[in-house]
């Protein structure tokens, strides 16, 4: 494959992956307690999946993107960042299987949650931190098991920021504790289904793109 084809077919996929971002962005999943409007959407399922298919520098790109996004419409403030931030953690996950980014980061969340005065009190909510150092110990990769450690990543970094910027009581984080057991596995199944079909389309990209190189060898002959 030459390099115009292979700039060609990033491109494409680029195109196609925020298309398909800012589509599932508009589907509002549930509402995030300690907000007044906020929700998360379909991109909190996608938005990982940029260091599945782009490795990290395409995880560091698309959560540099959202930051900048949020930047320029919501301001400078701890909320922000717990909006942004865990996608990029949550898209390393993918791109990086490492002890770092599967053990270390979960690890860091809940000392810094349970550090908080809070967090001291409900720090049986970060338990659900320990599934993605569990799942690093797994001798097989499996599609849905790196969604849910994914998604459990994405959690551990935002509710680390979020105990910081948003005054929430104990009683609270406890109350949250089936919320987020539906919540990840709605997230990470809708990982897989994602993971899927932007699989079978980048799919349809290549073989177009190797089309496209027969018929200019064709042509030339």
Not at 108 to 113: D, E, G, P, S, V
């Amino acid at each position: 494959m030459n390099s115009y084809d292979m700039q060609n077919k990033k491109i494409a996929k680029i195109g196609i992956f925020t298309i398909s971002a800012k589509a599932v962005s508009l589907i509002k999943c549930s509402f995030v307690f300690g907000t007044l409007a906020g929700f998360f959407s379909g991109v909190n399922a996608i938005s990982p999946l940029a260091g599945a298919f782009g490795g990290g520098l395409g995880a560091v790109a698309f959560g540099a993107e959202r930051m900048v996004w949020a930047l320029l419409f919501g301001g400078l403030t701890f909320k922000i960042f717990a909006n942004s931030i865990p996608g990029l953690f949550a898209g390393l996950y993918w791109a990086y299987p490492s002890f770092a980014t599967r053990v270390l980061v979960p690890l860091t969340c809940m000392i810094l949650f349970i550090a908080q005065p809070v967090g001291g009190q409900a720090f049986v909510y970060s338990l659900y931190w320990l599934i993605p150092v569990a799942l690093y110990f797994v001798p097989k990769e499996n599609l849905f098991l790196t969604a849910l450690g994914s998604t459990f990543i994405a959690h551990a970094v935002g509710s680390a920021i979020w105990i910081y910027a948003e005054p929430m009581t104990p009683s609270v984080w406890y109350a949250l504790l089936p919320i987020v057991a539906v919540e990840r596995l709605l997230f990470a199944t809708s990982m897989v289904v994602c993971h899927n079909v932007l699989s079978a389309v980048f799919a349809q990209v290549n073989i177009s793109t190797a089309f496209a190189r027969v018929r200019r060898f064709v042509s030339a002959q």
